[in-house]
């Protein structure tokens, strides 16, 4: 495996760790157990929503970004440390030309054995 593409893995997998930790630090900034049992004095359930979106995206911005530069690094990583295309071994037409030969002699041989066939079983019904 080349160093590129350890390099790669390494960045995506610490990608997906902070993408996972942002996710459970802005949920935990953004519920808040208080106020979850005292209840709203106001009672507008959309103000609350709105405060908790605004929270959550607060919380979890940087984090979003720090995990979006890894794995902007880890595919930049995996990218250079793919394995380079191989070349298609050239088909060299006198291979070719006798596989055909071959194919169109088992096919006129299958198509003689089947008319055979067919002619006997034409024998036969005109027999009955």
């Known amino acids: 495996m080349k160093l590129w593409k350890v390099f790669g893995y ?4 610490l990608g997906i760790l902070l993408l996972s930790y942002g996710f459970f630090a802005a949920f935990t900034d953004t519920i808040n157990p208080s106020a979850i ?7 507008s359930i ?12 607060s919380a979890i911005a940087p984090w979003l970004i720090l995990g979006c530069v890894m ?4 595919g930049i990583g995996l990218y250079v440390g793919r394995d380079p295309k191989t ?17 169109e ?11 055979k066939r067919l002619e006997a079983i034409e024998e036969q019904l005109k027999n009955r």
Do not use: M, P, W, Y
């Open 105 to 115: 002699r088992t096919v006129a041989r299958n198509n003689e054995a089947i008319s």
């Open 46 to 57: 959309g103000s609350s929503i709105d405060s908790f979106f605004s929270v959550f995206l």
């Open 87 to 103: 070349t298609k071994v050239s088909i060299d037409q006198e291979t070719v030309n006798v596989r055909l030969e071959e194919l």
């Open 37 to 43: 049992f005292s209840g709203s004095s106001d009672g």
């Open 10 to 13: 390494l960045f995506a997998c």
């Open 71 to 74: 794995f902007v690094v880890g």
